[in-house]
């Protein structure tokens, strides 16, 4: 019996990669904002970023799930927020956020913080992280962009750090390959709620 073939993890994300950015690119303003209250809302209400002194997270762009409205909530809330800046080697630095007028325009279409940078040892500091995706698999294995930045950052991170995607209806659930610099995140909010992974 001949031996069936998968694709590479490698080659198996470019092909889930590319179907979802195309399901992305179908969202309009109206349902990409609506998406972003929803998930602000919920993650305010969750166990985990309510008692968290310290949070990571990021400035959305594109069709990704917006977080400028989360930003000023955990801000309003009393949180410290650090946010990345993308090195050249694809790494991140981090820096707090002291509000919209603390952005700036970078390389690659980003917005980055132009407070002072704290290392890229600072995301260790973080009590919650917020991060970017385009989809999580049941187990958590979080799909990225290909960059490989928030695997470093993941790998910074302290034991016991919550870890979760940000995402649209319908990118939770799939079989997203593992490679061995994978790491799994704890949870994926949505605009229906928080989905809480269990690994292992």
């Not at 590479?8 to 994300?13: D, G, L, Q, V």
């Not at 002194?53 to 400035?59: K, M, N, P, W």
């Not at 698999?137 to 991170?157: F, K, V």
Request: hydrophobic residues 40%; aromatic residues 4%; neutral net charge.
């Amino acid at each position: 019996m001949a031996p069936s073939h998968r694709p590479e993890p490698s080659a198996a994300k470019t092909a889930l990669r590319d179907q979802l950015l195309t399901a992305r690119n179908r969202l309009s303003p109206a349902g990409i904002g609506a998406a972003s209250r929803a998930i602000a809302d919920h993650l305010l209400a969750s166990a985990e970023v309510r008692r968290a002194a310290t949070i990571g997270c990021y400035v959305s762009v594109g069709t990704e799930p917006g977080t400028s409205l989360l930003l000023d909530d955990l801000r309003t809330a009393g949180k410290r927020v650090l946010l990345p800046v993308l090195q050249r080697d694809n790494d991140l630095d981090w820096a707090l956020y002291a509000g919209p007028a603390s952005l700036a325009s970078a390389r690659l279409g980003l917005l980055e913080p132009v407070t002072r940078p704290l290392g890229p040892d600072a995301i260790g500091t973080a009590d919650v992280v917020l991060l970017p995706g385009l989809a999580a698999s049941p187990a958590g294995m979080r799909l990225g962009r290909g960059g490989g930045s928030y695997d470093r950052a993941l790998a910074r991170l302290h034991p016991g750090t919550w870890t979760c995607v940000l995402l649209h209806e319908g990118e939770t659930g799939h079989d997203v390959p593992a490679e061995p610099h994978d790491r799994p995140v704890d949870a994926a909010a949505t605009p229906s709620g928080v989905v809480r992974f269990r690994h292992g």
